[in-house]
T-cell receptor, first 113, second 115 residues
């Protein structure tokens, strides 16, 4: 059974700092890895999707990397802003359960002005 | 922008009541999913559907049931709600048949409190 772990569970940084969120998974037979953002009382917003054959994806200030063989991914956020405060979820797609997502517990990020 | 809707957004009910959580999407996606999320915990898959008349149970055992009579509609029903059902329920849909490059789109969720 796929297990997804995210470190740290919570992070507080001052505005302007660069930061890294970590994700690891136990079964490397994945189709893709995704990073989502979850705001309180709202659903999930997809940030980046990395296919299993890819090494990284970038969108604006966000960069995600994938090392499938070692079961690791990182999300790099450059020049953090208070609006980045949210919970960041890592999820992988395996072949089971209709290609559903297997999620980590998330990293709760607080960016202070 | 994804168009996937869930109602109600918040629901407080008493034990033993029957409830239905609604989920609708206007994107014509075949695959739909229900996830359950307790506070501070990861999302767990409880039901999914490949398309009309297809329903499957997910990884997390759930006393709820689902139906898929129309492509755009995937309601979840609890016949007799209990306090242990208190949680957030998130609906999602996915386009196409490729598992590699297509993301899931999520609704805003329903927060359920059973007293």
């Amino acid at each position: 059974k796929q297990e997804v772990t995210q470190i740290p569970a919570a992070l507080s940084v001052p505005e302007g700092e660069n930061l890294v969120l970590n994700c690891s998974f136990t079964d490397s037979a994945i189709y893709n890895l995704q990073w989502f953002r979850q705001d309180p009382g709202k659903g999930l917003t997809s940030l980046l999707l990395i296919q299993s054959s890819q090494r990284e994806q970038t969108s604006g200030r966000l960069n995600a990397s994938l090392d499938k063989s070692s079961g690791r991914s990182t999300l790099y956020i450059a020049a953090s802003q208070p609006g980045d405060s949210a919970t960041y979820l890592c999820a992988v797609t395996n072949s089971n359960s209709g290609y559903a997502l297997n999620f980590g517990k998330g990293t709760s990020l607080l960016v202070t002005p | 922008e994804a168009d996937i809707y869930q109602t109600p957004r918040y629901l407080v009910i008493g034990t033993g009541k029957k409830i239905t959580l609604e989920c609708s999407q206007t994107m014509g996606h075949d695959k739909m999913y229900w996830y359950q999320q307790d506070p501070g915990m990861e999302l767990h898959l409880i039901h999914y559907s490949y398309g009309v008349n297809s329903t499957e149970k997910g990884d997390l055992s759930s006393e709820s049931t689902v139906s898929r009579i129309r492509t755009e509609h995937f309601p979840l029903t609890l016949e007799s709600a209990r306090p242990s059902h208190t949680s957030q329920y998130l609906c999602a849909s996915k386009e196409g048949d490729s598992p590699y490059q297509e993301t899931q789109y999520f609704g805003p969720g329903t927060r359920l409190l059973v007293l």
